[in-house]
C-alpha cells in the first residue's frame, strides 16, 4: 500500500519561511518522479514544484520560482518542499505527489492527473 505523508505547514506571517516533507512508503521511491501541488481555498488545485527521479531536474510554477525550493532525499523516502519569503497568496492546502510510470516530456510533470499517488494535504496559512 503506498502512502505519502505530508507534514511541516501551519500559520506563518508573510515573508517568512517553511518546510514541508512528505515521507513516501509502498512504492520505489527513488524512481518516481514527485510533485507538490496547492489548493487555495476556493480555487482549483495547481501545479507548484517537481522533481525528477535523481532530484538533478526540478520545475517551478512561475508564481513560486526563486522562493520555493524542491529537494528529495532517496535514502529516506522523503521530498521536501523549503517556501520562502511566503506571501498570503501562498494560502493553501498543499499536496504531494508521486508518478511511477516514465515521464515522456516535461509537462507532465505539472499535471496533476499524470501522477498515480497523492498525500492528505497540509494546511498553510500566510497572514498579512
Not at 21 to 36: D, R
Not at 88 to 115: F, G, K, L, M
Request: charged letters at 20%; one cysteine or more.
Amino acid at each position: 500500500q503506498v502512502q505519502l505523508v505530508e507534514s511541516g505547514g501551519g500559520l506563518v506571517q508573510a515573508g517568512g519561511s517553511l518546510r514541508l516533507s512528505c515521507a513516501a512508503s509502498g512504492l520505489s521511491f527513488s524512481t518516481a518522479a514527485v510533485g507538490w501541488f496547492r489548493q487555495p481555498p476556493g480555487k482549483e488545485r495547481e501545479f507548484v514544484a517537481a522533481s525528477n527521479w535523481s532530484g538533478r531536474s526540478t520545475y517551478y510554477a512561475a508564481s513560486v520560482e526563486g522562493r520555493f525550493t524542491i529537494s528529495r532525499d532517496n535514502a529516506k523516502n522523503t521530498v521536501y518542499l523549503q517556501m520562502n519569503t511566503l506571501k498570503p497568496e501562498d494560502t493553501a492546502v498543499y499536496y504531494c505527489a508521486a508518478r511511477r510510470r516514465t515521464v515522456i516530456n516535461i509537462r507532465q510533470y505539472t499535471i496533476s492527473d499524470e501522477y498515480d499517488y497523492w498525500g492528505q494535504g497540509t494546511q498553510v496559512t500566510v497572514s498579512s
